[in-house]
């Protein structure tokens, strides 16, 4: 028994030690959680014979933490718009062929000219969407349209910002008639007094069960991703989604390939697979979320394709800000929001 | 003379690994911390070489002071909760259970079979708006309207207490057990009162496990973000939010390490702290 | 005396004993209701947490189709089951050489090996990421196994320090007398008498492995995404009975391994015990 069980433990360690090295063709992806669905996946490897290891995260922030702690691993990451543009900086980000990318002539025209990223030099665009407003209809007596109401006394411990400095900033800005993506340090302050200001209103800051929060009422408006609530409103129609008439803000996850990818070939071969329109519609039904292939649309269910919640019109995103790197003035941001959240 | 040395060749390669694990992966980490602590910092997160006693300053702002406040009055009081729980828990199970006690000590266990995450979304779910507490209270009639107990510092108590509630239990159990029945009787026999009996003898002999069960639950409890943020909201943070905070959103990582550098001299304090107070209960026997 | 004597044992069991009594219950109900009913909506038929809609097992099918938890559950496997024999071997190894050997230093290693116990283990984690990333280590089994060492350590080596200094030297003595030598009285009188305080070693620094979040947060890289860690994403598409239904699962492993511990265990304790 004892002789068997320290061989046991000895060979089971080092088996594990040796069985560590990654295999050649597999494909390495850190992403958002839940925007990109498991059966897109599965059938990528079915069709490629590459394996996909997919990680996730829940921050732009502790994507470029990772990525700064030194050689992640990984082959293809997911950042948004104002991360592209940090990490592009630290030199993390390969420059993209794109005539690697078979399907690149999918991507819409609006989405190949951003402005954090022309020509998509250093990332594909693949999804996006807005942050805006989510309420339970239970709850409130008329619809609910400016982030106003995010402070308003009626809802008293029943209101969650999501637990973001950028997007709690996003409404700080905003309803003071400012834009979002401000670095002018007097409206940051004025902004960092108006969410202290609107700490006794809340439940709580909230960037992970906000959609289950507001589905089951114990939540009546949220502050929320336009992706995350969009299942919660699938399957209860007494959700709602709006961009405030404050305008509310656009985002955009792309694909980058990183400058110390293992394996390049495979996240070419991804990122032409995800583009073309039958997978991008694939991906808008499992997960509920736009994607920047216009071809795709045609190939939705109807309450999908023209739910405004998933394609706002044209005049909406006009409306909405773009959420870009802000510089030096992100430690006027940071040392804002760690006042926020230890006010009482 | 050689087996001597055998014997020393044989102990060092016995502790060899012990050694190099604790130099390598714990004091070189924390000096390397310590060092972080007074870097500077681009404000994309780089590390900067340089000199800084501004990390450490910034922390005896007022802003930090209220995070402070907010962990020593947390911590405490899930400390105090879990003694005042705990103690009578482990007085039953030691003296009055009998042989279902090691049943009732596994029992206390069995949460922890599930994962953490899901233990804290249980309660979530029971004390939510819909959840089982409010459904009660409506049915017996003592509300009207669902209480909203989420996100408020009572949930984050009852979160913590939960957490922490069989690391309190088994030190003040292990303390209970060897205390003498007889001398227990003897004291009754002699004329002391329950109570007499209780603060003279039982409490005094077990004050070392109640010692080393607040340092269990006083010092790690400072350190724990998940509790705050999914039960009371994320409203009052703690310094383990406080550490997250910095080096995974702001990537601040030399105010970050200053801030652990801080809460490791903290439970340096504890520990040095609970350590005269072991002596000195000791002394008293 | 006799007067004295009935008014306290009745003072006594009325209200010390009832008190412990009662708060025992209530903390019972306490630890153990929110288990009960976790369990309970792990077999609901509707999407509810908290709306009982009937009986079903699809979310415990969708569990055991889940290729993230799958994965996720065999990230876990490995480095529980890894961290635990190396945290168990290099433990035991302390454990005995601190009881049995002396040494220069001997108070402070043992101070040193429990100090993990009560360093806030975020301060820990973070230590290691920055060592790490600071030595050029890429992230991933090794560092995540070297972290959950770390947490494990200090109770396997006070779990295996308990029983050796327990240890009866008249046996090993009498080994030594009937001509075994140094190893074979080791191997076969001393080992034998350790190894249920090493396999408990092993089965709690497994627990703590299996149940990580911190370590695992700040440790983790490609393709270790543990299964707190698919939890706690799992957590953001909301609370549906899935969650509860792997937590029922998660009971049902526990069980099973203590009991097919028990079944081995247990001879052996009353073995020991025997001599």
Redesign the interface.
Known sequence: MTKRLSLGLTASALALFVALPALAEDLRIFGWSGEMPDEVLADFEKETGIKVTFDTFD?N??L??KL?AGGSGYDLVNPSQYAVQ?LA??GKLAELDHSKITTYDQVGPTFKEVSYDPGNKYSLPYVWGTTGLAYNKTCVDQPITSWKSLFDEKYK??I?ML???LAAYIVGLQVNGFSANSSDPAEIEKATETLIGQ?PV?????S??FAD?VS???ACIVESWSSSVLQAIADNPDVVYVLPEEGGTMWIDGYSILTDAPNPDAAYKFLSYILRPEVAAKTTELTKTATVVPASKALLPKEIAENAAVFPDDATIKNADFILDL??A??LY?DGW??V???? | MRRERR?QL??G???A???L??AV??L???C??FA?SFALRD????VLPGFTFDNYRDLFQG??L??FV?SFYLAGMTTALCLL??Y??A???A??AGRAAPA?LL??L??????????I??????L?????INQGLLLSGLIDVPV?M??TVGATLVGMV?AF??VTVFPIYAALTPIDRRLLEAG??L????AE??FRITLPLSLPGVLAAA??VF??S??V??IP??L??????I???????L???????PA??AV?IL??VL?GF??LLYMRALRRVEAMK | ?TP??AM??W??RR???G???W??LL??L??????V??LA?AFNAGKS???WTGFSLKWFEKVVTNRNIIQALQVSLIVAVASAALST???A??A??ITR?A?PGRDI?SA??A??????????S??????MS?AGVTLGYTTMI?GH??IS?PFA?LIVRAAASSLDVRLENAAADLGANEWQTFYMVTLPQLMPSILTAFILSA?LSF?N??MSTFTSGVGTTT??LR??SM?KLG?TPE??A??AL??LA??TILLLVMSRYLPLILKTNRR
């Open positions: 921050s922030e502790s470029i933490a700064d940090i900086k630290h411990g029943r969650y637990d973001n400095m700490k809340l439940a709580g800051y909230n992970t069960n929060l089951s009422g114990e510089g030096d992100m430690k940071q760690t006042k959240k230890a006010a009482q | 014997e044989q102990t390669l016995m502790l690994p012990s050694v694990l604790l992966f714990v070189i980490p924390i390397v911390v972080y404000p994309y997160g780089a802003v930090y209220q995070i907010n729980i705990g009578p828990v007085y039953f199970i003296f009055k009732l029992l206390l069995i949460p922890f079979w599930i994962n953490f995450l899901i233990r979304s249980a309660w979530v779910v029971l939510g708006r819909g959840g089982l909203g989420l996100g939960y509630l069989p009754a026999d004329g002391a009162g329950p009996t209780f340092l269990f010092v790690p400072m350190g973000f998940a943020v999914l009371g909201g994320g409203k009052e943070i310094l383990g939010n406080l550490i997250v905070q080096f995974l959103e702001f990537r601040n990582i970050g390490s652990s809460l490791l439970s504890g520990i | 005396m004295h004597r306290p044992n003072f006594v209200f010390v004993y008190i412990s009594g708060v025992t903390s019972y306490f630890m153990l209701l929110p288990i009913v976790l909506f947490t908290v709306v071997m290099i433990g190894a302390a005995v050489a050997r040494f290693l040193a090996l100090a993990p116990l009560v360093l806030p283990e975020i301060v820990l973070v230590a290691l990421l920055v060592f600071f070297i060492i770390l350590i080596t627990t149940d979040l911190v299964l707190p939890i706690y957590l609370i969650i509860n792997l937590g998660m009971v526990n069980v």
